[in-house]
Each structure stands twice: as C-alpha cells, then as structure tokens.
C-alpha cells in the first residue's frame, strides 16, 4: 500500500504505543493547554504511580513534552507543567 505519508512520520507513529493508561492520559489531554501530573490524576482517575510512569514513558517516546514550570491547581506548588507536543505546521504555545 502507498501512502502519501513520509516514512518518518510513519515511524514516529508507530512508535507511540497509545493502549491502556497511556491512551486515557494523551486522549484526556487538549491542544496548547498545560498540566501537571496531579491534575492529570484527577482529569483521568488513575492513581499516582501510573501517571508518573506513564507520563516518563510519553515524554520518553515524545507524545508528550515537558514545558517549563506552572502552579498546579490541585496542590498550589510550582512543578513542571507537560503538554502535548504541537503538530507538524502549528505554532507551538
């Protein structure tokens, strides 16, 4: 089968293995909005220790990325902020 797509990109979606905990995190997760693992906790219902493994995995495999500091709504701490990566032509945020 012919694709129109570069075999790179075909790569790197392949690489992303979007199943179980992984899925419900990257699908819970809008454009251009940042997170913290705690409010992923509380957006997805899953417990601390799968966020923050599931959250290294993400960043390992770059389906999510790591964007500076924000004030976490849930404790009021300053803690890394995560986001989705933006997509090939848009403007990162």
Known sequence: MKTAMASTSLDA???HDFSGAKAVIVQSMQ???KYTR???EKLTGLRTGTVT???FDLIDSGAIESCGKKVCSESG???EALKLPAKQGELAL
């Open 31 to 33: 454009p251009g909005i």
């Open 13 to 15: 979606y392949r690489k």
């Open 38 to 40: 705690r409010e992923l």
């Open 53 to 55: 493994g599931r959250v």
């Open 77 to 79: 701490e300053m803690v």
